[in-house]
């Protein structure tokens, strides 16, 4: 099974409107005749439709960093997915660490903005991954399995087979500290097994796993030749155009 691989980059909580259109031009430009992988921009809300605008003639799609579940309504700080929509995204990341450990997001939240999203014709990426704790505990299984159980829950399979998942261990996010590529290997397959387990082992077999967590151009080739590796999600390495266009063009 074919998968078409995507680099996303996710440039958190930085960039002013200017900062995030000149480095949206600079992606849409390197982007240029990619035909064999998918490239992704999340900026920040506020910079949204001004990259949407700058990216529109190029591949590039653009992301939201999280999405609502409701269509409008009484949802202070919140932005839905009609919303996003309106403002040029076709995705939306949900379930980042940062939302889960530091916003309090837990799987039964992330779960009613995965169908809110898809109701309402965004893709989600759904982002899993263990503390070190949890990895220290022996607990990575048990804690990926429930991640994305519950997140994926009632979500039916023509829904699903457009789903991204993006496993991020969190000691490997902003620390420099990657997974090792047998680390990813395995926990890509292990997500992969827990996927057939819910849908068919056809749509597991089609749906990209993307791995985050200090993706550099000097160790994305090395992840990305890994069979269950379909691509990275990229922070840090992400605001800079020189090292993001070095990250997708992977060989
Ligand atoms: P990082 O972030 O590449 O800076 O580790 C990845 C992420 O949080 O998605």
Same mark, same amino acid.
């Given at each position: 099974?074919?998968?078409?691989? +995507?680099?996303?980059? &996710?440039?958190?909580?930085?960039? !002013?409107?200017?900062? @995030?259109?000149?480095? @949206?031009?600079?992606?849409a430009?390197?982007?240029?005749?990619?035909?064999?992988?998918?490239? %992704? *921009?999340?900026?920040?809300?506020?910079?949204? &439709?001004?990259v949407?605008?700058?990216?529109? /003639?190029?591949?590039? $799609?653009?992301?939201?960093? &999280?999405?609502?579940?409701?269509?409008?309504?009484?949802? !202070?700080g919140? $932005?839905?997915?009609?919303?996003?929509?309106? #403002? =040029?995204?076709d %995705?939306a990341?949900i =379930?980042?660490?940062?939302?889960?450990? $530091?916003? =309090?997001?837990?799987n039964?939240?992330?779960?009613?903005?995965?169908?809110? @999203?898809?109701?309402? =014709? $965004?893709?989600?990426? +759904?982002?899993?991954? /263990?503390?070190?704790?949890?990895?220290?505990?022996?607990? !990575?299984?048990?804690v990926?399995? @429930?991640?994305?159980?519950?997140?994926?829950?009632?979500?039916?399979? /023509?829904? #699903? /087979?457009? *789903?991204? *998942?993006?496993?991020?261990?969190?000691? #490997?996010?902003?620390?420099g500290?990657?997974?090792?590529?047998?680390?990813?290997?395995? #926990?890509?397959?292990? *997500?992969?097994g827990?996927?057939e387990?819910?849908y068919?082992?056809?749509?597991?077999e089609?749906?990209?796993?993307?791995?985050g967590?200090?993706?550099?151009?000097? &160790?994305?080739?090395?992840?990305?030749? %890994?069979?269950?590796?379909d691509?990275a999600?990229?922070?840090?390495?992400?605001?800079q155009?020189?090292?993001?266009?070095?990250?997708?063009?992977?060989?």
């Amino acid at each position: 099974m074919k998968r078409t691989p +995507l680099i996303a980059g &996710n440039w958190k909580m930085h960039l !002013t409107i200017q900062e @995030a259109v000149a480095l @949206a031009k600079e992606i849409a430009k390197s982007s240029q005749g990619l035909e064999d992988r998918k490239v %992704m *921009i999340a900026p920040a809300a506020t910079s949204l &439709n001004a990259v949407a605008k700058a990216v529109r /003639e190029s591949p590039v $799609i653009v992301a939201g960093q &999280n999405v609502a579940w409701k269509q409008q309504g009484a949802y !202070t700080g919140e $932005i839905s997915p009609l919303m996003l929509k309106d #403002a =040029g995204a076709d %995705m939306a990341i949900i =379930g980042h660490s940062e939302r889960r450990h $530091i916003f =309090g997001e837990d799987n039964a939240m992330i779960n009613q903005r995965m169908v809110g @999203a898809l109701t309402y =014709g $965004i893709t989600p990426i +759904l982002c899993v991954g /263990e503390t070190l704790d949890e990895r220290d505990d022996g607990l !990575t299984w048990e804690v990926l399995k @429930a991640q994305i159980r519950e997140g994926m829950e009632t979500i039916a399979s /023509e829904q #699903a /087979e457009k *789903i991204v *998942i993006a496993y991020e261990p969190v000691w #490997a996010i902003g620390t420099g500290k990657t997974a090792s590529k047998e680390q990813a290997q395995e #926990a890509h397959l292990f *997500i992969r097994g827990v996927l057939e387990g819910i849908y068919e082992k056809k749509l597991a077999e089609q749906m990209r796993i993307l791995y985050g967590g200090s993706v550099k151009p000097d &160790n994305v080739d090395d992840l990305m030749k %890994m069979p269950d590796v379909d691509g990275a999600l990229v922070g840090g390495a992400a605001l800079q155009s020189d090292s993001f266009d070095r990250i997708i063009h992977f060989s």
